[in-house]
Each structure stands twice: as C-alpha cells, then as structure tokens.
C-alpha cells in the first residue's frame, strides 16, 4: 500500500486536488548492502507501462533507478536494464499477515534476501514466512551495516523490534 497525500482545496480555490505519489527507488549494486561504491552508475535503463515506453535514462551513481509511483499506481511496469526485463508492482508489504514474511519482503527490497536455500525447491520466494538461514544471514547482514554506520542496533541475526523498525523505515513500507 502507498501512502498518497491529497491537497484538499474549498470551491473557487484556484488550484485543484494533487495527487503526490513518491518514487520507488531500484538499486542496481555489486554487492547487498548501503556501503559507498556498491551502486553500478550510468547504466542506461527504460521503463515501459502499458506496452509502451514512458520513461528512460541511466542509474544514478547509487545504482538507482527511480520508478515512479504514478506508473506503478496504475499497474505492473517493465523495467529493462543490462538487455534483461523486470517486471515491477506494488505489493501487500504484510504478505499474508505475517511479521516474518514482511520483514523477509522489506530485506528483499533492500538487497539483502540473497542466494538460494539449499534445501528448498528453486522457485522458493525470500518471503516464505519461515525463519531460515537465508534469513537470519540477510538479518545480520543488515545489522553489521546499520551497526557499523550508527551502532543503533544488535548484531544478534534476530529480527527483533529495533531491526523491524530499521527495516520498515529503509524500505518505506
């Protein structure tokens, strides 16, 4: 769900009803994380909704590309970048109600759900909703880095109320 701000004006205000929508930023990096140098700069990208293409440009030197919520507001867009297509929609961040699975979603968005689970079929999504070593490496992961930066969290691979706090306020949902 995406929060959207509506400016409500009185009759015979000058000025309509806005509709702000934020942008959803997509890292392109070498590596997880939110250390310097990680992002891939200049990397041309286009934005296709609709069957058509509506925005395009290259990756921030973060490695971002900025997709806008007005595109994504109105359906899934495709995203294509080093000549591959991503698809992109917004998601229920709750995933069925579950904490654990929402935090394994917010953990995905930031880059951290990475790898395979050995003992899991290919196609498993990072947000099962079961507690597992992906898991819990993903978790420390994130806390080496926000401890690193801030020493605001344990590095305990638990992913208790500070880290879930972490979490929602970096991945915006």
Same mark, same amino acid.
């Given at each position: ?5 509506? %400016?409500? =004006?009185?009759? /015979? $205000? ?10 959803? +930023?997509?890292?392109?990096? &070498?590596?997880p994380g939110a250390g310097a140098g990680l992002g891939i700069a200049g990397v041309p990208f286009t934005i296709d909704a609709a069957g ?5 440009? %290259?990756? =921030?030197?973060? /490695? $971002? ?10 359906? +899934?867009?495709?995203?294509? &970048? ?67 930066s801030d020493g605001s969290i344990a590095i305990d691979a638990d992913l208790g109320d500070q880290t879930r706090r972490a979490l929602r ?5």
């Amino acid at each position: 769900m995406v929060k959207t701000f509506v %400016a409500r =004006t009185f009759d /015979g $205000a000058p000025t309509g009803n806005r509709n702000n929508t934020p942008d959803f +930023p997509l890292l392109f990096q &070498i590596a997880p994380g939110a250390g310097a140098g990680l992002g891939i700069a200049g990397v041309p990208f286009t934005i296709d909704a609709a069957g058509q293409t509506r925005l395009s440009g %290259a990756t =921030t030197a973060e /490695g $971002a590309v900025m997709v806008p919520g007005s595109l994504l507001n109105a359906g +899934p867009v495709t995203v294509r &970048i080093f000549d591959t297509d991503y698809t992109v929609q917004l998601e229920d961040p709750d995933l069925g109600g579950t904490a654990l699975a929402g935090s394994q979603k917010r953990l995905d968005v930031r880059g951290y759900m990475t790898g395979v689970l050995l003992d899991a079929a290919p196609d498993t999504p990072a947000n099962n909703g079961a507690l597992d070593t992906r898991t819990m490496q993903a978790t420390l992961n994130f806390q080496t880095d926000r401890n690193s930066s801030d020493g605001s969290i344990a590095i305990d691979a638990d992913l208790g109320d500070q880290t879930r706090r972490a979490l929602r306020r970096e991945a915006g949902f």
